[in-house]
């Protein structure tokens, strides 16, 4: 079998850039598909292919996936983990409608695209899609409303596209917790003790999920959550 192909979209940072180095250590070839120019140095370190542009525009999508199967021959995992991450959006009247419309189009539409111009080529080496969702499609802070509303509506997405798609591609989500990128010194210990597991989740605890997903025969149109177990703890004021 030729070696296997990955697009990890938002590759240049943070989760996107675990996924697409652990890929990497596990023998994929990669291609990180980014805004920021610092997803070409991960893709060099990686021996593999940058594409820098904007997930919700369907043509540079598409020549994404094209570039991904000219340079590689073929695709075999789709990693869609490109959002705009910033969740609050201040009280509902003040909120500006492009506002609401670009995190949908960037956290939803970029999905969306991915899938519909990669489907063809994940079919042919029955390959699978992971989407990055959130546990906030489940439970909310104050003035989330596009973050939250994109995050959930992509988990359905995902198993709407399981349905379609299957058995050729499979596809799950996974729904990160609080997950921490930077310097472990921002953290406090309150921080890490809310957390059953006791700890903050990193970028690789992430990383090992999508591995797992992209490498499981059995598993298509769930969504893994990903939260140190901060779901499924009651909060009550004393």
């Given at each position: 079998m030729s070696q296997r192909v990955a697009l990890v979209t938002g590759g240049a940072r943070n989760i996107g850039r675990a996924v697409a180095?652990?890929?990497?250590?596990?023998?994929?070839?990669?291609?990180?598909?980014?805004?920021?120019?610092?997803g070409a140095e991960v893709a060099e370190r990686l021996g593999g292919h940058?594409?820098?542009?904007?997930?919700?525009?369907p043509a540079t999508v598409e020549r994404a996936v094209r570039e991904t199967v000219e340079r590689f021959g073929g695709l075999d995992g789709l990693v869609c983990n490109?959002?705009?991450?910033?969740?609050?959006?201040?009280?509902?009247?003040?909120?500006?409608?492009?506002?609401?419309?670009?995190?949908?189009?960037?956290?939803?539409?970029?999905?969306?695209?991915?899938?519909?111009?990669?489907?063809?080529?994940?079919?042919?080496?029955?390959?699978?899609?992971v989407n990055l969702t959130s546990t906030r499609a489940f439970m909310s802070e104050a003035n989330t409303f596009a973050y939250s509303a994109s995050k959930g509506a992509l988990t359905a997405l995902t198993h709407s596209l399981a349905i379609s798609l299957g058995?050729?591609?499979?596809?799950?989500?996974?729904?990160?917790?609080?997950?921490?990128?930077?310097d472990p010194a921002e953290l406090s210990d309150a921080d890490h003790a809310q957390h059953p597991v006791g700890r903050v989740g990193v970028p690789e605890d992430i990383a090992g999920a999508v591995a797992y997903l992209l490498?499981?025969?059995?598993?298509?149109?769930?969504?893994?959550?990903?939260?140190?177990?901060?779901?499924?703890?009651?909060?009550?004021?004393?």
């Open positions: 180095e652990r890929l990497g250590a596990d023998g994929w070839e990669v291609t990180v598909f980014d805004q920021e120019p610092a940058f594409v820098q542009g904007d997930v919700a525009d490109a959002a705009l991450a910033d969740p609050s959006m201040g009280p509902l009247p003040e909120v500006a409608f492009d506002d609401w419309r670009r995190q949908l189009a960037v956290n939803l539409d970029g999905p969306f695209l991915c899938a519909k111009y990669a489907c063809t080529a994940l079919a042919e080496r029955r390959g699978s899609i058995p050729e591609v499979r596809v799950n989500a996974i729904a990160p917790g609080w997950i921490h990128g930077g490498d499981a025969p059995f598993v298509t149109g769930a969504t893994l959550v990903v939260d140190g177990g901060m779901t499924r703890k009651m909060i009550y004021e004393e």
